[in-house]
């Protein structure tokens, strides 16, 4: 099986909270600590008034999850996880303190506990985008670990996937930049939940034809007739393969264009590449050398537009090309 934990350098960032967006919490003095419970407030962490005996479990509990967020920049994951389950043990409340020990010991491989801390946060805070991105990842990959591929297995990916849905839609509205760098890892993990039952779907397939195949054979032999296995596996074969027209690929990346230009050579070209490659080469069609009017681009509709609907068929395409689903690794 591949390498189920992700070496994205954005992983850590993105799954919890950024230093700069809580230094309120970072506790120096008795002012910062007036600025925790200010912070607290804000984001409804305080009890009621008629509770207020319970604010001092509430600071200091804020003081093991930033304490828990510098483990985990540090990648010190075990001690990051001591220091959330000290925040939890002194308030349980917090959709957000779960969610980051399940960052710490998904990164740990400890799947089971890193589902549990995402159910955990879920419970608490249906709209916690994370704790959905953490608890469908999680669910994917413990359909990598089963022993065997049958249609229970594929239904449970069906889970995960809709777990990472359910994140994409909280994220896709919100325009603050960490929920945007969540938006990338959750789009990508469900690109790769969705090849994964394609390919688990195809390995089923092909046991099932084998099992046709041994029968067929068995039949064909009865009745002295010679079938031709040659021909018959070609066009399963081509039934199965999905056909990437080589216009969806940008010439320059080989890759599938996101944005297809056309320049008035009449090539088209991924936005951003023929960009980059103006900057470095100036105005020239990297493939014919001919001069380019840079105001002259236009965006290649027809193009994306047919791009579009086989992402929408086939959500892998350009982002997962893995022909193993046991070796796809998750964000």
Request: with cysteine; aromatic share 8%; hydrophobic share 35%.
């Amino acid at each position: 099986m591949g390498n189920t934990t992700s070496n994205h350098p954005q992983i850590t960032e993105v799954l919890t909270e950024y230093h700069f967006q809580h230094k309120n919490c970072l506790i120096t003095s008795h002012s910062s600590q007036r600025k925790i419970l200010k912070a607290a407030s804000k984001r409804n962490e305080m009890p009621h008034k008629s509770n207020r005996r319970f604010a001092p479990n509430i600071v200091k509990s804020l003081e093991f999850k930033s304490e828990g967020n510098q483990y985990i920049q540090m990648k010190q994951y075990k001690k990051a996880i001591e220091s959330y389950t000290k925040a939890i043990n002194l308030y349980d409340n917090d959709s957000i303190y779960f969610s980051n020990r399940s960052v710490a010991n998904k990164l740990l491989n400890r799947f089971q506990e890193a589902k549990q801390d995402a159910q955990q946060a879920i419970k608490i805070d249906q709209q916690n985008s994370r704790a959905h991105f953490l608890y469908g990842t999680v669910i994917l990959i413990e359909v990598q670990m089963f022993p065997d591929i049958n249609e229970a297995l594929i239904r449970q990916a069906q889970l995960g996937i809709e777990e990472l849905e359910k994140a994409s839609v909280q994220v896709k509205q919100n325009k603050n930049e960490q929920k945007n760098k969540l938006k990338v890892l959750i789009n990508q993990n469900l690109a790769k939940g969705k090849r994964m039952v394609f390919l688990i779907r195809q390995e089923i397939d092909k046991r099932n034809i084998q099992s046709l195949k041994q029968t067929l054979n068995d039949i064909s032999h009865r009745q002295h007739h010679n079938l031709d296995w040659n021909q018959i596996e070609q066009i399963i074969h081509k039934k199965m393969e999905i056909i990437l027209p080589e216009c969806f690929v940008c010439p320059i990346t080989y890759e599938i264009m996101d944005e297809p230009t056309l320049l008035n050579s009449g090539l088209t070209y991924d936005k951003n590449s023929i960009q980059q490659q103006f900057k470095l080469n100036g105005y020239l069609d990297p493939m014919t050398r001919e001069n380019i009017d840079p105001l002259g681009l236009i965006q290649n509709i027809q193009l994306q537009q047919g791009i579009q609907e086989i992402q929408q068929q086939y959500g892998w395409v350009g982002i997962e090309n893995e022909k193993d689903y046991k070796a796809i690794k998750f964000e």
